[in-house]
């Protein structure tokens, strides 16, 4: 049975606020607190044991499902260490090592790829019957699950790149129960090997054992010393029993090195702008004297591998083999004791510069757009962490921009809407419930309120809403110094970031990187982890804004420790997501069909998300938010675009939703297509936290810089170099108090005010810092109308042709649908052209307002579509399919229009007509009787103007 725990009583006398500066939070409970078994509703302890580290319990981790238990009260779901998955039973600890990936879903379409968990083995004492597995001991990428029934125990030690597991057992016999495949391949005393399940491990009792085996089971009395380790090998099930023998021979002389603690130690290097990783293994030799062990590396370490020490005859060096897993080849270092990685770090900014808007035609159509945000540059959709966060990060997008045009009384308007929602959250009042922080004790952790996603019950996100607070801190910082200070709410920025991912060994209220996988490289989500597939991402780009937060925090207010973790989160996601977001590492199946996820599980990947199946959504979710801290996103131009494209091959057409974001993400590989994309719809839907006026100015200024050249660095965290046709363009911003001199490493020198954001190269400008009040309104760059609406409208005729003004005929009749539902065959429909038709595109959207009446007809659906031959060539060049409307069967006219059925797809793009044709088809897709068009009000409105028809 499970006993899942609820939130105790909200106490009735509050407890007084907790000051940090001027700022402060709440120890009351306010709202729900995390949730699992019912022992963990006050004691987030409740699973582990006396002996593991004091401080705040772990969470969003590989292993979190041992220690906040959620669904399995008694073990976990399992463990994707990579090489091998574990799972604990009551009798010992399962085994698996997947060598091949089974697909689920549509290939090409939404689907999946794991390597399962699939038990080869189990491992135990044998009659254990533990009621309940605990965590004795964790380090930064291991964990020691611990089982006893009160007459026998066990311990085992895991973790990632360990293909090697260590355990400890009292009370019986060391007991190895494989599958009815079980066979063994070499016995020589101590060592047994065998294989089951399709893997091949080898077994190493203390020397002077034995092994006896009966049928699927493996047994030995360890000659009363109580440790056993167990190996699974690189080798496949082509392998002969020699190739075997000798991966086995190999790993002999490591067999007996228990890993006991795990630690990675990073230090930015500025002059080179690498980021050096050390991972380091603490081990203890039970028989000789060879102190390393058996390490797999990820992808994304070994692309950066600098170099490992190790001890014995391997001494730390690369084996011929390597195993397989989720994130790819995994390569194998025989006898290492650490490792270490030069991850180069290519910059962040506040904002790309306004080398294309600063003047001109794009300067006054940025301005427009600027104005239309001016009244309200935050936009909030919801008061809780993430809604209000999204609202802050589109107030900075505005601001930077605002600030790089001299608009200083928009920019000063989002910066006072910035200043006064944080202030408010970081200020807990007694007896407040929401727009405050509540600290839980219990569980080491910090919680805004109202809460979303989980990240209250399930302590889930917490880097993706706290990145966005943290970044508008961090611009806020620039302009207002004081307010940053640990003396007004500086301290309460680095709460969240504590909270999110304490970088602070000696801090226990929160545990050590609580989001980040410091092995594998990249956040996780989900607090307790509890899912048959591990713990999982979605969002790599908002775990990305976290760590530019922590960077330009950090540059802002001269804390140097807070921007040195922020980079090392940074460099080190980049490389893995790289690498496995976007398939680097070649990890994908070729049955797959897709080269990007929307989500990374524990053991695999998925081209899905939580809340939609929309192709756009799936993979813009990993692009955003868009910011000058998302470049890393256009390190490899070429694979953008083929993201971009598989995009639209997925979604059969151009992005319906989302489009902004995926210019956007575009812009990076290509921005000039980019910029043909935006101008052909000016009239996109806006994502909740984007706008019009970031969104042009971050295309159309890219589609001028060009890509991110990742092959020049500078000495300065907040530069960027990017190149077009050859030539370079030198970024760099100053968001420090004081004059900045930035050095780049092919011997550029950058010069950079306060305030400022400077380029060189190609591109020659500088921007931004204006003090408040100094807008000049009579400059003729400053607010401007918006451009009138370009279009022109049609009326739809029985006779199929579009006009003017309305036909003669007061109806047309649709047939009842033929064909497929939802397709249906239009020439059952109306069917009516314009030809000979030359006009400028405005760049805004096709809008139509049809009257279409079932009658007494049950469930009928009318589609409406509209093609362009722009050059009346007879090739349609866009062709824009809108959601069917479903009609009532009451009798009559309903309105069918662009604003209440959104396009559903479309393919091609816009441009200007010249002896072109325009056609629009409707017809009914779904029901089995006619229904009619009110010709007398049934419009089509073209985004064309002044037009011409000849």
């Given at each position: 049975m499970i006993v899942v725990s609820t939130i105790g009583a909200i106490p009735s006398v509050a407890a007084d606020p907790t000051p940090e500066g001027a700022g402060s939070y709440t120890t009351d409970q306010v709202g729900p607190a995390p949730e699992g078994c019912a022992p963990l509703a006050t004691d987030a302890r409740a699973f582990i044991t006396d002996s593991a580290p004091d401080g705040a319990v772990p969470t969003n981790d590989w292993w979190s499902s041992l220690s906040f238990k959620k669904f399995d009260c008694s073990m976990s779901e399992p463990l994707h260490a990579h090489p091998v998955s574990y799972k604990p039973s009551p009798g010992g600890l399962g085994l698996s090592y997947t060598q091949q990936p089974t697909l689920y879903g549509t290939p090409g379409g939404i689907g999946e790829f794991h390597y399962p968990y699939s038990q080869d083995l189990v491992v135990g004492v044998a009659g254990l019957d533990a009621p309940v597995v605990e965590v004795a001991d964790w380090s930064d990428w291991t964990v020691t699950p611990s089982w006893s029934d009160g007459a026998r125990s066990m311990t085992a030690t895991i973790g990632h790149g360990l293909p090697v597991t260590w355990f400890e057992m009292a009370g019986g016999d060391a007991l190895l129960t494989g599958g009815s495949d079980l066979r063994v391949w070499l016995d020589d005393g101590a060592r047994i090997g065998f294989s089951t399940g399709g893997a091949d491990y080898v077994a190493f009792a203390p020397t002077g054992s034995s092994w006896t085996a009966s049928g699927n089971e493996l047994r030995s009395d360890l000659s009363g010393k109580g440790y056993l380790s167990v190996a699974a090998l690189p080798t496949t099930p082509a392998d002969d029993d020699a190739a075997r023998t000798a991966q086995a021979d190999s790993f002999t002389p490591y067999a007996y090195v228990e890993v006991t603690g795990s630690r990675a130690d990073y230090v930015y290097d500025e002059a080179t702008s690498i980021v050096r990783t050390t991972y380091s293994l603490e081990t203890e030799a039970h028989e000789g004297s060879n102190a390393g062990t058996i390490v797999a590396l990820y992808p994304h370490q070994d692309v950066y591998l600098e170099g490992s020490a190790g001890d014995?005859?391997?001494?730390?060096?690369?084996a011929d083999r390597q195993y397989e897993s989720a994130r790819g080849k995994m390569t194998t270092l025989i006898g290492a004791t650490s490792f270490t990685t030069d991850t180069p770090f290519t910059g962040v900014l506040p904002e790309v510069p306004s080398v294309a808007t600063a003047d001109g035609d794009a300067n006054a159509r940025l301005d427009a757009l600027l104005d239309a945000e001016a009244d309200d540059p935050m936009s909030i959709d919801a008061a809780d962490t993430y809604w209000t966060g999204k609202a802050l990060g589109r107030a900075v997008r505005i601001a930077e921009i605002a600030?790089?045009?001299?608009?200083?009384?928009?920019?000063?308007?989002?910066?006072?809407?910035?200043?006064?929602t944080l202030t408010d959250w970081f200020t807990a009042s007694p007896g407040e419930t929401e727009q405050v922080f509540a600290y839980n004790e219990n569980w080491g952790t910090l919680v805004g309120f109202p809460a979303a996603y989980g990240s209250d019950k399930e302590l889930n996100d917490h880097h993706f809403h706290y990145g966005y607070f943290i970044v508008a801190a961090a611009t806020l910082a620039r302009f207002d110094p004081e307010w940053a200070t640990d003396q007004e709410f500086g301290g309460m920025v680095d709460q969240l970031i504590a909270d999110a991912n304490n970088f602070d060994r000696t801090d226990r209220r929160y545990p050590y990187l609580r989001d980040f996988d410091i092995y594998a490289g990249h956040?996780?989500?989900?607090?307790?982890?509890?899912?048959?597939?591990?713990?999982?991402?979605?969002?790599?780009?908002e775990g990305q804004n976290f760590a530019n937060g922590l960077i330009q925090w950090g540059v802002a207010t001269g804390d140097d420790a807070t921007r040195d973790a922020g980079i090392y989160l940074y460099a080190t996601q980049t490389a893995a997501i790289q690498q496995y977001w976007f398939d680097g590492s070649g990890a994908m199946p070729d049955s797959f069909g897709h080269s990007t996820v929307g989500m990374i599980w524990g053991s695999g990947g998925a081209y899905a998300t939580w809340f939609s199946g929309e192709a756009e959504m799936i993979q813009g979710i990993n692009t955003l938010p868009v910011t000058g801290g998302h470049l890393y996103l256009g390190l490899r131009p070429d694979d953008v675009v083929a993201n971009f494209d598989e995009m639209v091959a997925t979604n059969n057409g151009n992005p319906t939703v989302w489009q902004d974001i995926l210019w956007s993400y575009l812009a990076l590989g290509d921005g000039e297509r980019a910029l043909v994309a935006l101008d052909g719809d000016r009239e996109y839907p806006v994502e909740e936290g984007e706008s019009r006026a970031h969104t042009y100015h971050w295309i159309a200024n890219l589609a001028e810089l060009g890509t991110v050249d990742p092959t020049v660095t500078a000495d300065s965290p907040v530069a960027a170099v990017f190149t077009k046709n050859g030539e370079r363009t030198y970024v760099a911003s100053n968001i420090t108090q004081s004059p900045l001199t930035v050095e780049f490493s092919d011997g550029t020198s950058l010069a950079v005010p306060v305030g400022k954001t400077v380029t060189s190269g190609a591109h020659e400008w500088s921007g931004g810092g204006a003090p408040s009040g100094t807008e000049d309104p009579t400059d003729p760059t400053d607010p401007t109308d918006p451009p009138v609406r370009a279009a022109t409208t049609f009326y739809l005729t029985a006779g199929g042709a579009l006009v003017a003004d309305p036909g003669s005929a007061a109806t047309a009749v649709l047939g009842a649908r033929s064909g497929p539902d939802a397709v249906g065959d239009p020439s059952t429909g109306l069917t009516a052209t314009v030809e000979h038709v030359t006009a400028e595109f405005g760049g805004l959207r096709t809008a139509f307002d049809l009257g279409v009446d079932a009658e007494t007809a049950v469930g009928n659906g009318t589609r409406l579509r509209v093609s362009y031959d722009l050059e009346g060539d007879g090739s349609f060049d866009r062709v824009e399919s809108y959601r069917y409307f479903a009609t009532d069967?009451?009798?009559?006219?309903?309105?069918?229009?662009?604003?209440?059925q959104a396009m559903e797809s479309s393919e091609g793009a816009l441009g200007d007509l010249v002896d072109g044709t325009i056609k629009v088809e409707v017809w009914n897709v779904l029901g089995n009787a006619p229904s009619l068009l009110n010709l007398a009000d049934s419009v089509l409105e073209v985004p064309f103007g002044p037009l011409t028809v000849s």
């Open positions: 014995g005859p391997g001494d730390g060096a690369e600030d790089q045009l001299d608009r200083t009384g928009v920019r000063d308007t989002a910066l006072g809407q910035i200043e006064a956040d996780w989500a989900a607090g307790h982890g509890a899912f048959f597939n591990g713990n999982n991402q979605e969002s790599s780009s069967p009451v009798p009559g006219f309903e309105r069918y229009t662009s604003e209440n």
